[in-house]
């Protein structure tokens, strides 16, 4: 059972360029979200998503975009990456109700020069 | 002021001691507490997880809510080299599609 599972794990952007990350997830969960993770911030809610096709924003959504086109998947787009983008990306999944535990997958470690 | 806040350490212990992490938080609304362990490049692991005031037991880790208080804490007893990580606790409110606030984050040493 993978779980969740990111792709790519690391990645070398230069200012201005775009990429998409990709989560998947084989837990059947309703709920997906992605998070950045910054020393001493801890982690911090950029978008999530309750189900197919809908999508919110959380804390930090600005500069990024998300996609949830499949139940299983939910993809984190830069399209123009700045310096201040540079951090580690984790996505998570839920079941729908209120009292389920996240899973997260192992990260996405992302430079961006 | 953050919603959570949580000394980010790092802390060092030996082998066998008792480790007593804390989180204070500003949100009369959270219901739902929850400690996360994290160790070097990898994602964030559920390890207790209460629901309002009380206290929760697995092994030797226990997890206290004080909801009058605003304080939630994490007690890992004989601790063990392999506790060695960063605890996040987090919290989140009912009804709000399982958005969960962080805490910084306490980095944890155990030296054998």
């Known amino acids: 059972n993978a779980g969740v599972t990111q792709t790519p794990k690391f990645r070398v952007l230069k200012t201005g360029q775009s990429m998409t990350l990709l989560c998947a997830q084989d837990m059947n969960h309703e709920y997906m979200y992605w998070y950045r993770q910054d020393p001493g911030m801890g982690l911090r809610l950029i978008h999530y998503s309750v189900g197919e096709g809908t999508t919110a924003k959380g804390e930090v959504p600005d500069g990024y975009n998300v996609s949830r086109l499949k139940k299983q998947n939910f993809l984190l787009g830069l399209e123009s990456a700045a310096p201040s983008q540079t951090s580690v990306y984790f996505c998570?999944?839920?079941?729908?109700?209120?009292?389920?535990?996240?899973?997260f997958g192992d990260g996405t470690r992302l430079s961006i020069l | 002021q953050k919603e959570v806040e949580q000394d980010p350490g790092p802390l060092s212990v030996p082998e066998g001691a008792i480790v007593s992490l804390n989180c204070t938080y500003s949100?009369?609304?959270?219901?739902?507490f929850m400690w996360y362990r994290q160790y070097s490049r990898k994602g964030p692991e559920l390890l207790m997880y209460?629901?309002?005031?009380g206290n929760k037991e697995d092994g030797r880790f226990t997890a206290q809510v004080d909801k009058s208080s605003k304080y939630i804490s994490l007690f890992i007893r004989d601790s063990q080299p392999s506790d060695s990580a960063t605890y996040l606790c987090?919290?989140?409110?009912?009804?709000?599609?399982?958005?969960?606030?962080f805490g910084q984050g306490t980095e944890l040493s155990v030296k054998p």
């Open positions: 987090a919290m989140k409110v009912n009804n709000q599609g399982g958005k969960l606030i």
């Open positions: 998570a999944s839920s079941y729908g109700l209120s009292n389920q535990p996240q899973h």
């Open positions: 949100n009369s609304a959270f219901q739902y």
């Open positions: 209460t629901y309002s005031s």
